[in-house]
């Protein structure tokens, strides 16, 4: 127990006694939570938080992947601030508002080619929700030879989500076992993860033989398929798995080919996380449905959308009584504060260049993760723009995991922590996702942090 010594201290303390006895935290096993210290996040600037007893950490991932601009960005807090002296909030059901109207233009004029319309909801999960029942009820309208395309293809290892249709297309056992009564029934496709080829195959020779499975799979079921669903180049919370080139744009002509909507779940990937603004544009890849949210205010408030190609919207047209319409809305969908945000964050890409002044970044990066390889127990070290992941195994050279009571993963977090850093593992790989606008220097401190944790933690092992 700390023993408080000032009122800042007193504070603090009272502050988490209170988190404890209120709080349930998401992803977190609560009997851990209430026994330890834990930290509890009061301000923020740029790439560095600062905790309630005034210690400062640099942010390695993007408080949940979303932060953009850094903290308490200038632009994003006016814009913000401009829009609460108008209105915090009015509905689009039935209405509409001026920042929802000009963020979706702003939407479409950086979204790949081909994708027309806007569909907003609030996280990622409700994203991809929508996403999966436009799909659907697409291919029901369409006439009555498509009426039995009702299932949905994804890759095995996906993560879309934690509402039920979002999590029937996800594909991590540990999170989604238990809810598998629940689930509507999906079909599932390897998914192309070269550090562990479940097809038995080494990238240097397989002829990128995944994507030729995932057409023996497309091909099988393509009369009863509404839609595919993929995070485009990289599967986040699999562990950062890096797609091989080429495999996108393999499936995207696959899904045109075998007559299936593709949608890209971009909610980790969107908003320049790949270095580019989406993940789908360095395969030249125009999905038929996007799904977006993390990035899309900057970190600042939630706010989702979906977008659609005006194929797939003219799918829902027709006279009033037919019941075309797309049954579905969320009480804060276009939310104006959030949609402010969004355009302030979207507008200041151009202004200051983000995506150019990340790619030295990026390379940065990579060279510093160099020497992370010849750790004696980083089995992977995979990198796609600025999302990272570094797998830390028992045996490098067999790839024997670590057994989850080591709780290796978390120990790295932890020593982090202590040297003022604040990442999230996924299970034992470490995960690193700085702001897009974090400084070379704190980049430096962070590789410097992780590396030093990593070593700390595995050599006691
Ligand atoms: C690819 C992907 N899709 C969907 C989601 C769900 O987003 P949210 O947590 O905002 O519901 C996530 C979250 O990590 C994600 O990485």
Avoid at 312 to 336: K, M
Avoid at 434 to 448: A, F, V
Wanted: charged share 25%; proline share 4%.
């Amino acid at each position: 127990m700390r023993v408080p010594q000032n009122k800042k201290q007193r504070t603090a303390d009272r502050i988490e006694r209170i988190d404890k006895k209120y709080i349930w935290h998401p992803f977190t096993q609560m009997r851990d939570w209430e026994e330890e210290p834990q930290l509890i996040i009061e301000r923020g600037a740029g790439s560095i938080l600062t905790d309630t007893h005034g210690k400062k950490y640099i942010d390695g991932v993007s408080s949940l992947w979303v932060t953009v601009h850094g903290h308490r960005k200038k632009e994003i807090d006016q814009a913000v601030a401009k829009q609460l002296k108008k209105i915090a909030h009015s509905t689009l059901l039935g209405l509409s508002n001026v920042p929802a109207i000009l963020l979706a233009e702003k939407l479409m004029a950086i979204a790949p080619t081909g994708l027309a319309k806007v569909f907003y909801s609030d996280s990622g999960s409700t994203s991809v929700e929508i996403a999966l029942k436009i799909a659907f009820q697409y291919w029901q309208q369409k006439g009555p030879s498509f009426r039995r395309k009702t299932g949905f293809l994804s890759l095995r290892e996906a993560y879309h989500g934690d509402t039920i249709g979002s999590v029937s297309v996800g594909g991590i056992d540990l999170f989604h076992r238990v809810y598998r009564p629940l689930l509507f029934a999906t079909r599932k496709i390897e998914a192309p993860f070269c550090y562990q080829c479940g097809l038995g195959k080494t990238r240097s020779s397989c002829g990128l033989a995944c994507a030729k499975d995932a057409e023996r799979v497309i091909r099988k079921h393509s009369r009863t398929t509404a839609a595919l669903i993929i995070e485009p180049l990289v599967q986040g919370a699999a562990g950062m798995i890096v797609h091989p080139k080429g495999y996108l744009k393999k499936l995207r002509e696959l899904c045109t080919r075998y007559g299936i909507l593709m949608i890209a779940d971009e909610v980790a990937t969107g908003f320049g996380r790949t270095g580019t603004m989406f993940a789908c544009e360095q395969e030249r890849v125009v999905p038929d449905i996007m799904a977006v949210a993390k990035g899309i205010t900057g970190g600042y408030l939630p706010l989702a959308a979906t977008l659609t190609t005006g194929e797939v919207y003219q799918g829902f047209l027709g006279e009033y009584r037919e019941f075309r319409t797309f049954f579905h809305g969320h009480t804060y969908t276009g939310n104006p504060l959030a949609c402010a945000a969004a355009i302030a964050n979207i507008d200041l890409f151009r202004k200051e260049r983000t995506l150019a002044r990340l790619q030295p970044k990026i390379a940065f990066l990579a060279e510093g993760l160099k020497r992370f390889r010849k750790l004696a127990h980083a089995g992977d070290v995979r990198q796609k723009g600025f999302m990272v992941g570094i797998e830390l195994v028992k045996d490098k050279r067999t790839g024997e995991p670590y057994p989850p009571e080591e709780k290796v993963g978390i120990r790295v977090t932890k020593a982090a922590r202590e040297r003022g850093l604040i990442i999230r593992p996924l299970g034992n790989v470490i995960v690193l996702m700085p702001p897009l606008s974090i400084s070379r220097k704190e980049l430096g401190t962070l590789l410097d942090i992780v590396y030093g944790s990593i070593r700390t933690v595995t050599e006691s092992c």
